[in-house]
């Protein structure tokens, strides 16, 4: 089978493990991914974070507690995962191009139901009787397209079923088990994840705390999204529990926040998301660049901007029309808070509906974080924590990826300095 778009198959190399990756700490400064120890382990990280959001809801009355999958989880088995997701989303971009829709905006894509049916007949995958009965199973059987929401249910529901799901390989044209690569272990790892994540979910839900998913690199990130989606699903029926982070300085960050959201919509649970730029970015150029496949960041940093406000528009749409919708804009990034305040007001949505919120590191542009708290709106402090010499790290990066910053923390010297010769000459050094 041939690659339906130029670069297809250096593309998947991402989420392919290698010897670099995944079982120690090269190359990772910008934040912490942990080592794969053993179930045990997993369990500790899961408790440390049960401690988190017993203090975040000590401490206030709708707070959030962040957590990581790869602490949950074998790193490995995140990236296999991932590498299935993205092999089934593959092939239907190649079904998109045979019916000549190569290019097309995600959501806008959409398969004609028969022509699908008599290509997964031609390939051998299913006869037209056997995929009739898929989509039906799906309630797509009142539908004559199949879009990529619809294409990924059926990923879910075929692989629950003891006949493997079968695809052709691109380079030998065979066909092949998508899952040929998992495990007995692999498929316990997927168990044990989601029973943790839903240990956490339920306790958030008890003590009235949000729980945010954080994003890690690319090659992780498609499985992250899957499992945090799944748990989305469960959760945040009537509110909006469970958080999915995307990473603006992705190529594909308004993909996902667009599909993602659909799917919300269509199942009318609630979308809770936190925008971020990303952290990852010099390590995952230099792996792309010695494993062979495109670098999946935005060229400049003037593109990862123009992605994260479109992306912040598109929910702030959604905020508007549905009110089913909830977003964390985690910058310090004084144009990207400037924008949403402007936006917030176009479009009529008030700090007090508690909607939008904001987020800066502990320590960071308080210059930011005070004005907003002290004008009415929703604002955090992210507290890192861990070993002294993991954290120094992690804010290190902070510092260095943030373009501009010490030219603000320069600001935020000069302006703490007029406060105090104010409060001196006011005769008011404490208040």
């Not at 690569?181 to 989601?194: A, D, G, I, T, Y």
């Not at 999204?225 to 190529?251: A, D, G, M, W």
């Not at 990207?336 to 008030?350: A, D, S």
């Not at 010769?421 to 005769?427: A, N, V």
Request: a neutral charge.
């Amino acid at each position: 089978l041939s690659s339906s778009t130029p670069g297809t198959e250096k593309r998947e190399k991402r989420y392919q493990a290698h010897q670099g990756f995944g079982d120690h700490h090269g190359g990772i400064t910008g934040a912490h991914t942990y080592f794969y120890a053993d179930e045990a382990k997993c369990d500790q990280h899961m408790e440390t974070f049960l401690r988190c959001i017993d203090a975040s809801s000590g401490s206030s009355d709708d707070g959030f507690s962040a957590i990581k999958l790869t602490a949950l989880a074998r790193p490995q088995f995140l990236v296999r995962f991932s590498e299935v997701l993205v092999k089934w989303r593959r092939f239907f971009y190649h079904m998109a191009a045979e019916q000549g829709q190569a290019g097309q905006v995600v959501l806008e894509t959409k398969l004609e139901l028969e022509k699908l049916q008599e290509a997964l007949a031609n390939f051998g995958i299913a006869s037209k009787a056997e995929s009739q009965q898929w989509f039906t199973g799906n309630n797509l059987g009142t539908s004559s397209t199949v879009d990529l929401l619809d294409w990924n249910s059926l990923f879910d529901s075929r692989t629950k079923l003891s006949r493997p799901l079968l695809i052709p390989n691109r380079k030998t044209g065979q066909l092949e088990p998508l899952l040929s690569h998992f495990s007995e272990e692999e498929e316990l790892q997927m168990k044990r994840v989601l029973q943790r994540m839903d240990i956490l979910a339920k306790r958030a839900m008890e003590k009235g705390v949000r729980l945010m998913v954080d994003a890690e690199q690319s090659y992780f990130q498609p499985a992250i999204s899957h499992l945090t989606v799944e748990t989305q699903r469960r959760f945040n029926k009537s509110q909006p529990i469970i958080y999915n982070t995307y990473q603006c300085y992705l190529k594909e960050a308004y993909n996902n926040v667009t599909g993602d959201m659909e799917l919300s919509r269509r199942e009318g649970w609630h979308f809770g998301t936190k925008l971020v730029r990303g952290a990852y970015m010099e390590q995952e150029r230099e792996r792309a660049a010695q494993m062979g496949y495109e670098d999946p960041i935005n060229p400049t940093y003037e593109k990862t901007n123009e992605m994260y406000h479109r992306c912040l528009d598109y929910v702030l749409e959604e905020i508007k029309h549905s009110r089913k919708a909830s977003m964390m804009v985690a910058s310090h990034n004084e144009d990207t808070v400037k924008f949403t305040l402007h936006r917030m007001m176009e479009l009529g949505i008030h700090p007090s509906d508690k909607k939008v919120c904001f987020g800066q590191l502990l320590g960071m542009c308080d210059q930011i974080t005070f004005p907003l708290g002290q004008a009415g709106f929703p604002v955090y402090k992210y507290v890192p924590y861990g070993p002294v010499n993991e954290v120094l790290p992690y804010l290190s990066r902070r510092a260095q990826e943030n373009r501009g910053f010490m030219q603000r923390a320069n600001r935020e010297r000069d302006l703490l300095w007029k406060e105090v010769k104010r409060r001196l000459l006011t005769g008011n050094l404490f208040s």
